[in-house]
């Protein structure tokens, strides 16, 4: 049945007991919540790792470093295969195996592709991966790899990638899985509900989400929306969009045009997972921003770096591309935007283990090479922490620790 025909608290309690049954949709974060979802008659045609369900962390150093009182993080990296795509993955490619196709394709910056071929594999179909040469981070590439997808590395970026892979739809059977397919936005959207019921249906002043293909921020705002109308919550968060700034549509669109026209620009960011420049979904990103009351910001890479390494030492860690959320939320207290009393949730898109390169270079201080003014530098060097390398005594292991405790106490 729909959601629309339940009242709130049955809609509420019913969602709840599932937590309890055996049953494998049941134990989906994603499929509990099936009334809010596309109707899928044969439910032996669905494919779950058992996605979502994924935890809500508060964050209280990053709290205090951007001068909030009340910071949660809802991390998406804790899916099965380390990215919020598993949410909405499970829906699209249960759709494909539905319709019978044998092939599934997408074009990706890396976590789309492994988490589509972790899900075509379990259920024997065969996935197409384009990814842009030599700008996927090998954690993400090594899953697609694992999951057994047939990898097309092309010479161009992500756009162009797309472009192709449009091109091979429109030529060969094989099922869209970019989150231009209206499944993964309906899958997607189940990750607001989740963090709903954890907040006990009270809605957080701000929800703050990195963008990239503008798929996520659209989708988790359709669905408070949705929310909202089913008297589920009273109120709608404010959603905000934080963008790199070296790949920057968004911001720049609802600068230039106030959102009416698409700016496209040619994408550069260490954050790879949103190297994006001609997002598919502005349109409906826009919408959000324009529902809810959320702003685009945009932060650069010394502040995605910084931000990282924040959450990180809060022992929750996440992919850079996630830690945008960080730097945005910094920038908006200072803006004024965001109050110091406000409830602010980060949406924390992806794993730390999936970008193991960039952490180890920011620790090893070649990120950035010496491109960094020396305030910068202070900001990171606080947090680089490079494996020392020591002569195999205790002797030389206690000295070496007397000096960092020196140095922490300085
Ligand atoms: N964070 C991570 C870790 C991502 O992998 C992505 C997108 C985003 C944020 C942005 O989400 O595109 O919905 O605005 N990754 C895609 C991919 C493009 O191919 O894995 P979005």
Redesign the pocket.
Known sequence: MRAASFTAPTLKALWRTRRKSFVPIDQSGVWRFRELLPPFPGEEKIITLREGNTPLYSLPSCARAVGVEHLLAKHQ?MNPTG???DTGMTVAASMARREGFRWVG????????ASMAAYAARAQMRSLVLIPQGKVSWG?LSQALDYGAITFELKTD?DGCSRVLNEVVDRMPVYLLN?VNPYRIEGQKTAAIELLEQLDWQAPDHVIV????????SALGKAFVELEELKLIARLPKVSIVQAEGANPLVRTMRETGGKRLIVVQAETAAS??R?GS?A?WKKAVRVLEQTGGMVAEVSEVEIAWAKAQIGADGVGC?P??AVTLAGLKKMVAAGFVKPGESVVLIL??HLL?DPDFTLKFHRGELFGSLLHSKQSEMLRAHERAPILLEASGDAVISALERVEERSEA
């Open positions: 990296g990215s919020f795509k997408c074009a990706s910056t890396g976590n789309t592709s993400k992500f989150s990195p963008g990239g293909n503008l798929g996520n921020s997972a949103i994006i997002p979904s992919e591309a996630s898109t992806g999936k």
